[in-house]
């Protein structure tokens, strides 16, 4: 089991940045890929990055490519999601998630662990 609490959401002005943060915890040692989601109302929700175990893969949803990073720290079993350029479109409840796995998977339906979300919002 992993446990995965994210922070660092809040109220931004458009052409801002936030950093989010997503720290595991449980059974950590593993080969986790780890990912963020986010949900706005009314939508379903959308893959905004991943990140394999290593760190030497990554990949990013066509709409947050070239303004979002994401990065991750083994020692403090943490995921981070840099969000640069924000635009009010990037409003929604934002997820990270887990699942052993080698692999890059960019689906809500292949990560096993979630957290319960932070809330970003981003005002025009």
């Known amino acids: 089991q992993v446990q995965l609490v994210e922070s660092g959401g809040g109220l931004v002005q458009a052409g801002g940045s936030l950093r989010l943060s997503c720290v595991a915890s449980?059974?950590?040692?593993?080969?986790?890929?780890m990912g963020w989601f986010r949900q706005a109302p009314g939508k379903e929700r959308e893959f905004v990055a991943a990140?394999?175990?290593?760190?030497?893969?990554?990949n990013f949803g066509d709409l947050v490519k070239g303004r979002f990073t994401i990065s991750r720290d083994h020692a403090k079993s943490t995921v981070y999601l840099q969000m640069n350029s924000l635009k009010p479109d990037d409003t929604g409840v934002y997820y990270c998630?887990?699942?052993?796995?080698?692999?890059?998977?960019?689906?809500?339906?292949?990560?096993?662990?979630w957290g319960q979300g932070t809330q970003v919002t981003v005002s025009s």
């Open positions: 998630a887990a699942v052993l796995t080698v692999g890059l998977p960019y689906t809500p339906g292949e990560y096993d662990y």
């Open positions: 449980g059974r950590t040692g593993s080969t986790y890929a």
């Open positions: 990140i394999n175990w290593s760190g030497g893969s990554t």
